[in-house]
């Protein structure tokens, strides 16, 4: 099992990142938080790995931080959670935030992510409240503010949106709004911003 990925980083987008090592690209599953802190391409990265293998596919899942990594396995580990939920629920909230909401039973908080209805949220909440890794603080790359035109970190924040199931009408409505609400210039804040007021 892969657990570890140092290389270049070719492309990356809002829920994958592309990484040459040894002369093979690897296609890395990663949550919009992730996304936002990873370098330009072409620079090297490194990435904590889930390695998930099912019956018809063998799929990674990368990481920056250990923190990430283990709430991602406590996520799978909740029954009716499957890796792509997980990094779902990831991408609609930091690791503290989420921690910190499962820890109070914010059922309310957590209902707000796509795909993720009340029952499910409960179990969340039931099955993880006692059970949650204490923060390490340990971060494998370094932390990259929104690069680009206001207009390409819009772009990204759509196809967050999108890739994380939301309507393209009501994504994009709601991108315009988190842009009119204003002080988010940022990819991270302005997709919390749009993910917030995308239903």
Do not use: W
Request: net charge neutral; glycine share 10%; with cysteine.
């Amino acid at each position: 099992m892969f657990a570890h990925l140092r290389g270049i980083l070719l492309e990356k987008h809002p829920n994958q990142a592309i990484v040459e090592a040894g002369g093979v690209g690897y296609d890395v599953v990663i949550a919009v938080s992730t996304f936002s802190k990873l370098p330009e391409p072409g620079t090297e990265v490194r990435l904590r790995i889930h390695t998930h293998v099912r019956e018809d596919a063998l799929a990674l899942y990368g990481f920056l931080s250990q923190d990430e990594k283990n709430l991602f396995e406590k996520l799978i580990s909740v029954s009716g959670i499957g890796p792509k939920l997980a990094v779902t629920v990831l991408s609609g909230f930091d690791a503290p935030s989420l921690i910190s909401a499962i820890r109070r039973s914010e059922v309310e908080k957590l209902v707000r992510i796509p795909g993720i209805g009340k029952k499910t949220a409960e179990r969340i909440v039931l099955e993880l409240r006692d059970k949650l890794p204490g923060a390490t603080g340990e971060d494998m790359g370094p932390s990259a503010p929104g690069e680009g035109a206001l207009g390409l970190i819009e772009q990204d924040v759509l196809s967050a949106l999108l890739n994380l199931g939301c309507a393209r009408p009501a994504a994009e409505a709601a991108v315009r709004k988190a842009k009119a609400a204003g002080g988010a210039t940022d990819f991270e804040p302005l997709f919390r911003k749009a993910l917030e007021l995308v239903r």
